[in-house]
């Protein structure tokens, strides 16, 4: 196989992995392109989270080897007559539901080509109508990987005519004495990833974070910064604030959940 191929499939769903669901997906890809390799980014997307979807695209980019393929599929609207599309950037092909999915991309990345995928010769010839990920992306991916152009997969549409939807905000009412944002989700030790970005604030100043009933959560550097259970916040490895316990689940200790405000302030 020529090496001008991109040899790398990205996965990422919201299938979780207690089904059968991403094994059959694998199973397809690895059918048609043998010598790929899949890289499992997360399957475990809270269920039709699309903006939650979106938002671990946005972060994941800088990671993705160079011309891989992701596949990302958070599909609510499966079946219906929502496009599947796959869009090229300057590094990287994606594909997806055009339901808004890929906003970090087309907010982020130069876009070279779009297409609405139609031909149905590059996807299974039985084809469920709650199953695209299967039917559709794995198949397209794996022909991609082989060699097939962005072209075959079906006719140019305009990547402004596709779905974008609004990212969580981080934003100030007060010149940057304080930060409106909001809880994105919950990461596999209970901690809480918001919205607040620490590249919008200033990191020299002392900070605290306020979010439902837990006021004056200092923002430290790192979790030694505070005693054992006590409450912190810091910049996480994605550049979000994140509230956590040191050694315990911020979730299951403040009930907390995806969703819920949270605010930025300048310690007094």
Same mark, same amino acid.
């Given at each position: %196989?020529?090496?001008?191929?991109?040899?790398?499939?990205?996965?990422?769903?919201?299938?979780?992995?207690? *089904?059968?669901? !991403?094994?059959? %997906?694998?199973? =397809?890809?690895?059918?048609?392109?043998? $010598?790929?390799?899949?890289?499992?980014?997360?399957? @475990?997307?809270?269920?039709?989270?699309?903006? +939650?979807?979106? $938002? &671990?695209?946005?972060? @994941?980019?800088?990671? $993705?080897?160079?011309?891989?393929?992701?596949?990302?599929?958070?599909?609510?609207? =499966?079946?219906?007559?929502?496009?599947?599309?796959? !869009?090229?950037?300057?590094?990287?092909?994606?594909?997806?539901? *055009?339901?808004?999915?890929?906003?970090?991309? $087309?907010? #982020?990345?130069?876009?070279?080509?779009?297409?609405?995928?139609?031909?149905?010769? &590059?996807?299974?010839?039985?084809?469920?109508?709650? &199953?695209?990920?299967?039917? =559709? &992306? @794995?198949?397209?991916?794996?022909?991609?990987? @082989?060699? !097939?152009?962005?072209?075959?997969?079906?006719?140019?549409?305009?990547?402004? *005519?596709?779905?974008?939807?609004?990212?969580?905000?981080?934003?100030?009412?007060?010149?940057? +004495?304080?930060?409106?944002?909001?809880?994105?989700?919950?990461?596999?030790?209970?901690?809480?990833?918001?919205?607040?970005?620490?590249?919008?604030?200033? #990191?020299?100043?002392?900070?605290? =974070?306020?979010?439902?009933?837990?006021?004056?959560?200092? !923002?430290?550097?790192?979790?030694? *910064?505070?005693?054992?259970?006590? %409450?912190?916040?810091? #910049?996480?490895?994605?550049? %979000?604030?994140?509230?956590?316990?040191?050694?315990?689940?911020?979730?299951?200790?403040?009930?907390?959940?995806?969703?819920?405000?949270?605010?930025?302030?300048?310690?007094?």
């Amino acid at each position: %196989m020529s090496t001008e191929y991109p040899h790398t499939i990205v996965v990422m769903t919201d299938f979780g992995l207690h *089904d059968t669901y !991403v094994g059959q %997906m694998k199973g =397809v890809i690895l059918s048609l392109a043998p $010598f790929v390799q899949i890289i499992d980014l997360t399957h @475990s997307i809270s269920p039709q989270n699309i903006v +939650q979807g979106a $938002f &671990f695209l946005g972060k @994941s980019l800088p990671f $993705f080897p160079e011309r891989s393929i992701i596949l990302s599929v958070v599909d609510p609207g =499966v079946g219906s007559s929502r496009k599947a599309i796959a !869009v090229a950037t300057e590094n990287q092909t994606f594909l997806a539901p *055009d339901n808004g999915l890929l906003t970090a991309i $087309f907010q #982020t990345r130069k876009i070279k080509r779009c297409v609405s995928i139609t031909e149905k010769r &590059f996807m299974l010839s039985e084809r469920s109508s709650t &199953f695209h990920g299967r039917d =559709v &992306f @794995s198949p397209v991916a794996a022909h991609l990987a @082989s060699g !097939v152009s962005l072209q075959e997969l079906g006719n140019a549409i305009d990547p402004a *005519d596709c779905i974008k939807i609004p990212m969580p905000e981080c934003k100030s009412c007060d010149n940057g +004495q304080s930060w409106d944002g909001s809880i994105i989700y919950t990461d596999y030790f209970g901690n809480l990833v918001t919205s607040l970005d620490s590249k919008r604030f200033d #990191t020299g100043k002392l900070w605290i =974070v306020s979010a439902g009933t837990c006021n004056q959560i200092p !923002v430290v550097t790192t979790y030694s *910064d505070v005693q054992e259970q006590e %409450m912190l916040a810091y #910049t996480g490895s994605g550049g %979000m604030i994140e509230i956590a316990v040191r050694n315990g689940n911020a979730a299951y200790t403040t009930g907390l959940k995806e969703g819920n405000p949270v605010k930025l302030s300048i310690r007094s």
